[in-house]
């Protein structure tokens, strides 16, 4: 292999290396440490620019980084053989233990556990549904769901071959119920981002489900913190509960949590890969990442997430005042009301007769830049998310906005 001197005279006599100059190259090391000098390099070899992420846990951004002790636990299982069905059994058992639930499951992220959800509802136990689904004969299944809750992620669900039945009131929701109900669906942070109110709030949601003996599932995927999140929503009552584990949480991006009431999970389970004439035969989580999963959870489940917060507050303080050394220029920390995306961000804003920058134009030099630098704008201005940044990302950050901006002033 070649040594990272050689590679370096090697690349001063081309002039481009998959679009990386050498310059570029140092850059790129600079602020991202955890590529390692010695070990082969996947992106310069394919030209695939690494990002400095300030947008959040978006899955086109490949989602959250591993915490080491997850990685860990992925390569200390990757050497060896065992039953998968004994390895999601066991670690289900454990999750469970560690939710104070009945049941738990790792699935292929927050989506795959939406699908499988719902397939547990619909076939329970019953092998030749599982096989025919979702083409079961007779009429559609239908899940009842706020009409201000229908979302992109519900296709997750209608994969089954349900009908998602939309209601507005506690009144439509009662007379919605019937023979080919099979699950409520609740979508936790859609009047977040809808900005109105659940017009069926969870517990009179819950409440009704239960009443018409029809399982509720939640979709809480993005939303810790707070960790408490993660034990409110069975406690309400909802028989199904997921969150990605590829988001705070930290884990494999390919994975999450789909955990309640112990039949639905086996049934959840018999819907799901190793079984080939399943619907979820697709939706494979190898061993290595359920032991991620699971260890990922547990570390989230220990962190002092109040240190944690702090930390982020820290990284938006630093980029705060790089940035507010150019004429103008204002930020300000937006905590994100929640329930999802709930972190310390920083919300940026200039005077654009003094700096004479669009934040659209800021977010293209920023993306453009080196290192490449993905930040949001919105109408106030720019919008920057920290927490998945890396701690010595957060100043080439600060220093990268103000030289951008400088050079509008
Ligand atoms: C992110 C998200 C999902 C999908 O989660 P994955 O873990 O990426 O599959 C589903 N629902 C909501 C509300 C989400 O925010």
Same mark, same amino acid.
Request: charged content about 20%; aromatic content about 4%.
């Given at each position: 292999m070649l040594s990272r001197r050689k590679m370096l005279q090697l690349l001063a006599g081309m002039p481009l290396l998959g679009g990386l100059g050498v310059s570029r190259l140092l850059e790129t090391d600079r602020a991202f440490p955890g590529i390692s000098e010695s070990k082969r390099?996947?992106?310069? +070899?394919?030209? /695939?620019?690494? $990002?400095? !992420?300030?947008? #959040?846990?978006?899955? %086109?951004?490949?989602?959250?980084?591993?915490?080491?002790?997850?990685?860990?636990?992925?390569?200390?299982?990757?050497?060896?053989?065992?039953?998968?069905n004994e390895v999601q059994d066991k670690v289900g058992v454990r999750i469970a233990e560690l939710l104070e639930c009945e049941?738990?499951?790792?699935?292929?992220?927050?989506?795959?556990?939406?699908?499988?959800?719902?397939?547990?509802?619909?076939?329970?136990?019953? +092998?030749?549904? /599982?096989?025919? $689904?979702? !083409?079961?004969? #007779?009429?559609?299944? %239908?899940?009842?769901?706020?009409?201000?809750?229908?979302?992109?992620?519900?296709?997750?669900?209608?994969?089954?071959g349900v009908k998602m039945v939309e209601v507005e009131s506690a009144e439509e929701m009662e007379e919605a119920f019937n023979d080919q109900t099979v699950m409520t669906l609740f979508f936790n942070a859609a009047a977040q981002f809808g900005g109105f109110e659940h017009s069926i709030g969870h517990e009179e949601f819950v409440s009704i489900s239960k009443k018409h003996n029809i399982p509720s599932f939640i979709d809480a995927a993005a939303d810790v913190p707070p960790v408490k999140n993660l034990f409110l929503y069975k406690d309400m009552g909802f028989d199904l509960v997921t969150f990605s584990g590829g988001k705070a949480i930290r884990g494999p991006q390919s994975a999450g949590l789909l955990f309640g009431r112990k039949d639905l999970i086996e049934a959840a389970k018999l819907n799901n890969n190793p079984h080939s004439d399943s619907i979820g035969r697709g939706m494979k989580v190898n061993k290595e990442e359920i032991f991620g999963m699971l260890v990922a959870l547990e570390s989230y489940l220990e962190r002092d997430h109040d240190e944690q917060w702090e930390e982020w507050v820290g990284w938006t303080e630093v980029i705060a005042g790089q940035a507010e050394t150019v004429p103008t220029v204002q930020a300000e920390r937006h905590v994100n009301s929640g329930p999802a995306n709930h972190f310390p961000d920083l919300q940026l804003s200039w005077d654009q007769d003094r700096v004479a920058i669009t934040p659209e134009e800021v977010v293209k030099e920023l993306e453009e830049g080196s290192p490449k630098i993905v930040v949001s704008s919105n109408k106030k201005g720019l919008y920057i998310t920290v927490v998945m940044m890396k701690p010595r990302q957060v100043d080439i950050v600060g220093q990268r906005l103000k030289e951008v901006l400088e050079q509008a002033v």
């Open positions: 390099n996947l992106f310069n +070899e394919l030209g /695939i620019e690494p $990002l400095i !992420n300030g947008r #959040g846990t978006i899955t %086109e951004l490949s989602g959250s980084l591993m915490l080491p002790e997850v990685v860990e636990a992925i390569e200390s299982t990757s050497d060896t053989f065992a039953n998968l049941g738990a499951m790792v699935t292929s992220g927050a989506a795959g556990a939406l699908t499988l959800g719902t397939a547990a509802t619909i076939t329970g136990m019953d +092998e030749e549904k /599982i096989t025919v $689904l979702p !083409n079961l004969p #007779g009429p559609r299944k %239908e899940v009842i769901i706020q009409k201000k809750h229908r979302y992109h992620y519900d296709h997750a669900v209608r994969n089954t």
